[in-house]
């Protein structure tokens, strides 16, 4: 919640300004209200963006597994078994040929963002057909 905990942090400064620059309390009083006003109206925006995000998200899944277009459904599958298949040959193949021949054969690397996106595909795809065996049985 680092954009929620952002607003916090501005309208904090902004109070104990209005503590040195007022001169009644009741005005001090006042200026915090408000403040806290405007920081409770973008924490219910922020939070409203956030809902919308992760509804058009759902919704996108949902619509893509409701395709009649075959390889959109296969997608997802494809991509998992490529990322296998890349898990194979630098995880088994490569060190099993390296141990075998006696050379170092140099195994691949894989960055960060590989494992974020193949993790990610994982992820959706499980979570789509969870679904979908669901509903079949219903």
Do not use: C
């Not at 956030?50 to 277009?69: C, G, R």
């Amino acid at each position: 919640m680092g954009l929620l905990d952002f607003a916090s942090d501005i309208i904090k400064p902004v109070a104990e300004l209005i503590d040195n620059l007022t001169t009644s309390d009741q005005e001090k009083l006042q200026l915090k209200n408000k403040l806290q006003e405007i920081e409770n109206a973008y924490k219910a925006k922020l939070l409203d963006y956030e809902t919308e995000v992760a509804e058009s998200k759902k919704e996108i899944m949902v619509a893509e597994l409701k395709q009649d277009d075959k390889y959109t459904k296969r997608a997802r599958p494809t991509v998992l078994y490529a990322g296998l298949l890349i898990l194979l040959i630098n995880n088994v193949l490569l060190p099993w040929m390296s141990y075998f021949n006696g050379m170092h054969i140099p195994v691949i690397n894989l960055p960060s963002e590989f494992w974020l996106a193949w993790g990610g595909v994982a992820g959706v795809y499980a979570f789509g057909r969870t679904k979908e065996k669901i509903e079949n049985k219903n």
